[in-house]
């Protein structure tokens, strides 16, 4: 059974700093791109960022830019989501979805990531 999950969120005030970190098993994903997306209360899944599967191409959401990193360690079938200064408004579910193998670019949109974890809630407090 393929299973990603996500680990790492948590209560923080603004200004701090969370590590998220998304395990996988059942298979490898080392060959998949991988990515981070989030959801906020009464709002759509939006795309946060995404890493190729040789971690030589990222992309990040301009809300998250120069504050949040990714990257992933392929023997530990483990990616990671390094988010700094965080905002009230990085409040969400953050999930965790496993893209299609080989792939070049990073996508942005939901479709193209057919695995998923259950989420890890982060919230922003002041």
């Known amino acids: 059974q393929v299973q990603l999950v996500e680990s790492g969120g948590g209560l923080v005030q603004a200004g701090g700093s969370l590590r998220l970190a998304c395990a996988a098993s059942g298979r490898t994903f080392s060959r998949n791109a991988m990515g981070w997306f989030r959801q906020a209360p009464g709002k759509e899944r939006e795309f946060v960022a995404g890493?190729?599967?040789?971690?030589?191409?990222?992309l990040f959401a301009d809300s998250v830019k120069g504050r949040f990193t990714i990257s992933r360690d392929n023997a530990k079938n483990t990616v990671y989501l390094q988010m700094n200064s965080l905002k009230l408004e990085d409040t969400a579910v953050y999930y965790c979805?496993?893209?299609?193998?080989?792939?070049?670019?990073?996508?942005?949109?939901?479709?193209?990531?057919?695995?998923w974890g259950q989420g890890t809630q982060v919230t922003v407090s002041s």
């Open positions: 890493i190729t599967w040789r971690s030589d191409n990222t």
């Open positions: 979805a496993a893209g299609r193998a080989y792939t070049m670019v990073v996508v942005t949109a939901t479709t193209g990531y057919p695995y």
